[in-house]
C-alpha cells in the first residue's frame, strides 16, 4: 500500500514537473504586433506597459520593447485583438504626425520704415535652423517728401534653438521651429537716396546719394508656433557695423548714422548696429 502511494506521489511530482517546463516556454503560436505605419511584427508578448510594450521572437530569450504610440493593434494567439489610439492631447503626437521644417514669414513692422522684408526658415537638425531674408527698400507705407529710398536688403544666420532644461521619459520634441534662439546674423544693404525738391546733397549738391551698409549681429529671440502651421517671432539683435555714402566720385564712411533699412548703423566714432522686429509666418 504504501509503494503504491510512493509511485502515485512520484508521478504527481513529474507531472507538476512538466506542466512547469511547458508554462515557462512559449506559447504554441506567437502573437502580431501591428504597427501605426502598416508594419507587423510576429513575437511573443510578455508585458503591455504605460509606454512600451515588451517582447521577445521565438528562440531567443532577450526581451525588446517598442514605443506604445507605435502600435495600432496586438493580435494574441488566443484570436483576442487588443487596439490602441492615439490621445490627440498627447504631445508626442506632433512628433508622429510630421513635424514641419520649413517656414515663410514677413516682418509686419518692416513697411513702416519703408521697405519689405520677407524672410525663409530652414531646419538643418534639431536645434539648429538657417534663415535667409530679402528686403525691398522703398516700398511702405511711410512718406517719402524730400528723399526717396530705393535698393535691397539682405540678411542671413544660423539660429541656435535653446534646448529644454528638464527633460522627462516619454517626451520628444513636437516643433522643430519653436523656442528661443541666439542667431549670429550678417546683414547687407545697398540703397541709393534720390533729393526731391529744394533738398540738396550736403556732401557735393548731387541729387542722388548711394548708400550701403555692412553689420554683424548677435540676434535675440523667440519664435512661437500658434495652430500647428502660424508662428510668430520677435526679436532684438545687437553688434558693430559701418556705413558709406557715395555722391558723385566722393565717398564718405563717416556721414552718420544709417537709415532703419534692416539694421541702423550708428557713426564711425561709435559703429554700433542694432535690429529688431516682429515676423509673421507660415510653417510647413
Known sequence: MKSLNHIRTGILIVMLSFLARASAQDPAAPDTIILHNGRSLVAFVDEIGLDAITYHVSGNSIRRSIDKLDVASVKFHTGETEKFSRDPMDAQLAALSG???HVVKIDVLSPAAN????????VLMPWMNVEA??????????????????GFMLKAGIKFISRPAVVMRGMRLNSLVRGS??????????????????????????????????????VFGNQHQLGGCATVDAFFGLGFGSHRARSGDEVNKDSGESKLFGVTI?????????SAGLTFGVAF
Do not use: C
Open 99 to 101: 513635424i514641419k521644417k
Open 115 to 122: 521697405h519689405l522684408v520677407l524672410g525663409y526658415e530652414h
Open 133 to 150: 531674408k530679402v528686403g525691398i527698400i522703398g516700398v511702405g507705407i511711410a512718406k517719402q517728401e524730400d528723399t526717396r529710398y530705393s
Open 181 to 218: 534662439y541666439v542667431k549670429p546674423e550678417l546683414i547687407f544693404s545697398s540703397y541709393s537716396a534720390k533729393l526731391n525738391g529744394v533738398s540738396a546733397d550736403p556732401m557735393n549738391g548731387h541729387s542722388t546719394v548711394k548708400n550701403g551698409d555692412f553689420a554683424f549681429n548677435l
Open 266 to 274: 550708428g557713426p564711425s566714432s561709435f559703429p554700433i548696429a542694432l
